[in-house]
T-cell receptor, first 110, second 113 residues
Framework: GQQVMQIPQYQHVQEGEDFTTYCNSS?????IQWYKQRPGGHPVFLIQ?????EVKKQKRLTFQFGEAKKNSSLHITATQTTDVGTYFC??????????FGTGTSLTVIP | KAGVTQTPRYLIKTRGQQVTLSCSPI?????VSWYQQTPGQGLQFLFE???????NKGNFPGRFSGRQFSNSRSEMNVSTLELGDSALYLC????????????FGSGTRLTVV
């Protein structure tokens, strides 16, 4: 499978602080998807990025795709307790997502 | 529309036994993928089926197999269970190369004792 590094592995933040997770690939990607998994739940699709340098926003979440299409980030502004969970990237160089990043587990302290 | 349905939700098996897990994808989705999730290894890709054909396979031993039926429902089988096979097994369905991502089922929690 693809070599995908997702950092950090764990992140604890105070409620209201910002949070960022990064996904780095050793190869150029055709697209990247992001998923969120709540504790005890299953992964839920958040977004797909396709274009070089693409930036997409969903309320407090901002997703970026690097200019070289080898890395991506997810930034959450002013975290809330509902943001708790593990965030996975799912990069692809074929158009089909099979391999997921190692995930970043976010804990939000009220 | 109904989501991805996995049965059973929980399963306890003994070492050496075999197990079959079932997945019914979203109506109209012809691609079904299977994943193993463990705390230490994250989400590991098992295999993907499309139109009854296995198109892609992850790095798992031959004890792990699967199939897809003409109605897109899929099963995965694990033979000669080992303690290390204890995990959450997730099924995901999608339209091929979908910009809408995978839709995951709630998973089957397999415990091998």
């Amino acid at each position: 499978g693809q070599q995908v590094m997702q950092i950090p592995q764990y992140q604890h933040v105070q409620e209201g602080e910002d949070f960022t997770t990064y996904c780095n690939s050793s190869t150029t990607l055709s697209n990247i998807q992001w998923y969120k998994q709540r504790p005890g739940g299953h992964p839920v699709f958040l977004i797909q990025l396709v274009k070089s340098g693409e930036v997409k926003k969903q309320k407090r979440l901002t997703f970026q795709f690097g200019e070289a299409k080898k890395n991506s980030s997810l930034h959450i502004t002013a975290t809330q307790t509902t943001d708790v969970g593990t965030y996975f990237c799912a990069p692809s160089n074929t158009g089909n997502q099979f391999y997921f990043g190692t995930g970043t587990s976010l804990t939000v302290i009220p | 529309k109904a989501g991805v349905t996995q049965t059973p939700r929980y399963l306890i098996k003994t070492r050496g036994q075999q197990v079959t897990l079932s997945c019914s994808p979203i109506s109209g989705h012809r691609s079904v993928s299977w994943y193993q999730q463990t705390p230490g290894q994250g989400l590991q890709f098992l295999f993907e089926y499309f139109s009854e054909t296995q198109r892609n396979k992850g790095n798992f031993p031959g004890r792990f197999s699967g199939r897809q039926f003409s109605n897109s429902r899929s099963e995965m089988n694990v033979s000669t269970l080992e303690l290390g096979d204890s995990a959450l097994y997730l099924c995901a369905s999608s339209l091929t190369q979908s910009p809408y991502g995978y839709t995951f089922g709630s998973g089957t929690r397999l415990t091998v004792v």
